[in-house]
């Protein structure tokens, strides 16, 4: 039965806000975490769930441990080989851990973690959620080559809060949020500002008839930059932890459906696109780069990866996003590639 890992579970406040009783953003670990991991015991298909952070981890799973769900919950904290007692027998590893619109040390937390992945749970599939998702995808893919372990079958960036966005605000522009979680809306690139590329021509939903350029040209800027608008909410306290937490909670339940067999599994993942070589290239071609990663449909199997699916037929505008996008999201997968060569992000 799956055992399911949140690394970055808890929460890490510097010394000195933790005395006053508060933490800043800047200074917390762990806020996406939480949340993810209470929707995991919460998942009927997880039976075991490891929690790994640098404090707090028992006290949380303490909590978790009283709901009335399946899974036995375990925290971990680094002493004691921590980190390879959470990993153990893990099949499926989610990485939440580090610091909003922080990447350099992201960047050096995620390739840790990988570290400690390709050593004790090689075989697990990896969800990779810290941002830059664009280059920490990456840096887990360099780590898991240097160890011999490399899967790009088993290996996601969780783009799914895009998809989330776009869906929540096209049933919004239809005047009817009861669709938001029937309405789908793929969404490729990458994960940051321009590399994402809402499809809202493929929406399952479509727009009105009447809505204008100057409308859609607003309505992809909000998906794109989304991040920013609830920044601006809370005020410089915080930014999207509880969306995201929900969203790589749903992309979690993806995959744990695709290990239990389930068909027909399609969702937008950042991935590898060796991980279907046939598929990999075709997309290739219909972005015009010869780039090693990209966010597009992907069906999803009991080994991970099934298939890649093309863009499909897209309008001359989001010809053009696409064709930002590309430039971009090459110059973040090389920053990752280097930083296990030379560790600046």
């Known amino acids: 039965m799956p055992k399911a890992v949140v690394l970055g579970a808890a929460g890490r406040v510097q010394p000195r806000d933790r005395d006053r009783g508060f933490a800043t953003d800047s200074t917390r670990l762990g806020g996406i975490g939480q949340p993810l991991a209470l929707l995991l015991k919460a998942n009927p298909l997880v039976t075991e769930l490891g ?10 799973a303490a909590d978790l441990s009283h709901i009335s769900t399946p899974a036995k919950v375990e925290g ?48 697990a599939f990896i969800l990779v959620i ?8 990456p840096i887990v893919a ?22 989330v966005r776009a869906s929540t605000f096209v049933a919004e522009i239809l005047g009817d949020l009861s669709k938001a979680p029937s309405v789908v809306v793929p969404v490729v690139g990458g994960h940051s500002g321009v590399t994402i590329v809402p499809l809202l021509s493929q929406s399952s939903s479509p727009l009105p008839a009447s809505f204008a350029s100057a409308d859609l040209d607003k309505l992809t800027n909000r998906i794109q930059f989304g991040g920013d608008e609830v920044v601006q ?8 932890t509880l969306s995201m937490a929900y969203a790589g909670a749903e992309f979690a339940t993806k995959i744990l459906k695709a290990i ?3 068909k027909g599994i399609v969702a937008p993942s950042y991935v590898h696109l060796s991980a279907d070589a046939a598929g990999g290239e075709a997309l290739k071609k219909e972005i015009g780069q010869d780039l090693e990663f990209f966010s597009s449909n992907v069906e999803i199997g009991p080994e991970g990866v099934a298939k890649i699916h093309p863009l499909g037929k897209i309008t001359e505008y989001e010809q053009k996003l696409v064709k930002a996008a590309v430039p971009e999201l090459a110059g973040n997968i090389e920053k990752g590639v280097n930083f296990i060569k030379a560790p600046k992000l």
Do not use: M, Q
């Not at 922080?102 to 990988?114: F, M, Q, S, T």
């Not at 810290?130 to 995808?137: A, L, Q, R």
């Open 142 to 163: 360099e780590v898991l080559k240097k160890h011999s372990v490399f899967d790009p079958k088993k290996l996601f960036g969780v783009t799914t809060l895009d998809v």
């Open 260 to 262: 239990a067999g389930e």
């Open 51 to 60: 929690l790994f952070d640098i404090v707090n981890t028992p006290g949380v």
């Open 233 to 240: 909410a809370k005020a410089g306290t915080g930014s999207a």
């Open 76 to 123: 971990y904290l680094p002493p004691d080989d921590g980190l390879k007692k959470a990993l153990t027998g893990a099949d499926l590893v989610v990485i939440p851990a580090g610091v909003p619109r922080k990447p350099g040390i992201n960047a050096g937390i995620v390739r840790d973690l990988a570290t400690g992945i390709a050593t004790t749970a090689p075989k």
């Open 130 to 137: 810290s941002n830059p998702v664009n280059s920490t995808v």
